[in-house]
C-alpha cells in the first residue's frame, strides 16, 4: 500500500534542544496529522491540519502542511523528557477514505 | 469519561487457536478501525467499519476476521491463518464529519503473543 516516507528514523538529543521531523510522500494529500505514541501505549493525535501551507501549533508543537500537499513537518521546541517517544506523521490521501502512517521518529532525550 | 477501550492488555494464545480483541467507544464515533504494528514499522489497517452492519477490508486483512453488530463495539478475531500473528493491536476510532472524520482516536492497545 501506500506509504510516507517519515524522518529521521530516530533522534538523540539533549534536553532543551529544538527538534524537527518531516514526513515526505510522492502522492498529494488533503489531511496531514501527527501522532506521539509512548511505549506499550496508542498513539495520541497532537496536530490535525487541512490546509495547504496551514501552520498549527499546541503549546511547543509546531506543524505545517506543506505547500505543495506533499509533505508536512513537526518542530518541538525547548524539549523536555516527557517529550520522549515514538512520533507518527499520518495523511489522508486526495480521495480516499483511510489514513497512511510513516513509520515513525523515535525520540530519546539525554537529560 | 468518554474514550477507548481495548481489553485484555495483555493476551497469550498458543498457535493454532482463534483469538478475539475486544474494541469498545462511547464516543458516538461511526467509524471503527483496527491496526496492526510491528517493532520499528507504522501502523497497518487490517479492518475498518464506516458503519454498523458495514465494514472493508484494510491493507493487511489475510488471517483476520471482524464484525460490526453494534456502533460502540469493534471486535477483531485473530485467526490460525494468521501466520504472524504476535504482535500489538491499536483500536481507533472517528466521526463522519465532513472536516474533522481523519481524526481517529486510538485505544490503549492490545499485545498479543502468540506461543
Known amino acids: 500500500g501506500q506509504q510516507l516516507n517519515q524522518s529521521p528514523q530516530s533522534m538523540f538529543i539533549q534536553e532543551g534542544e529544538d527538534v524537527s521531523m518531516n514526513c515526505t510522500s510522492s502522492?498529494?494529500?488533503?489531511?496531514w496529522l501527527w501522532y506521539k505514541q509512548d511505549p506499550g501505549e496508542g498513539p495520541v493525535l497532537l496536530i490535525a491540519?487541512?490546509?495547504?501551507?496551514e501552520l498549527t501549533s499546541n503549546g511547543r508543537l509546531t506543524a505545517q502542511f506543506g505547500i505543495t500537499r506533499k509533505d508536512s513537518f513537526l518542530n518541538i521546541s525547548a524539549s523536555i523528557p516527557s517529550d520522549v517517544g515514538i512520533y507518527f506523521c499520518?495523511?489522508?490521501?486526495?480521495?480516499?477514505?483511510?489514513?497512511?502512517f510513516g513509520q515513525g521518529t523515535r525520540l530519546t532525550i539525554n537529560p | 469519561d468518554g474514550g477507548i477501550t481495548q481489553s485484555p492488555k495483555y493476551l497469550f494464545r498458543k498457535e493454532g487457536q482463534n483469538v478475539t480483541l475486544s474494541c469498545e467507544q462511547n464516543l458516538n464515533h461511526d467509524a471503527m478501525y483496527w491496526y496492526r504494528q510491528d517493532p520499528g514499522q507504522g501502523l497497518r489497517l487490517i479492518y475498518y467499519?464506516?458503519?454498523?452492519?458495514?465494514?472493508q477490508k484494510g491493507d493487511i486483512a489475510e488471517g483476520y476476521s471482524v464484525s460490526r453488530e453494534k456502533k460502540e463495539s469493534f471486535p477483531l478475531t485473530v485467526t490460525s491463518a494468521q501466520k504472524n500473528p504476535t504482535a500489538f493491536y491499536l483500536c481507533?476510532?472517528?466521526?463522519?464529519?465532513?472536516?474533522?472524520?481523519?481524526?481517529?482516536?486510538f485505544g490503549p492497545g492490545t499485545r498479543l503473543t502468540v506461543l
Open positions: 491540519l487541512y490546509k495547504a501551507g
Open positions: 481507533a476510532s472517528s466521526t463522519r464529519g465532513r472536516t474533522y472524520d481523519n481524526e481517529q482516536f
Open positions: 499520518a495523511g489522508q490521501l486526495r480521495g480516499a477514505q483511510k489514513l497512511v
Open positions: 502522492s498529494i494529500f488533503n489531511t
Open positions: 467499519s464506516q458503519i454498523v452492519n458495514d465494514f
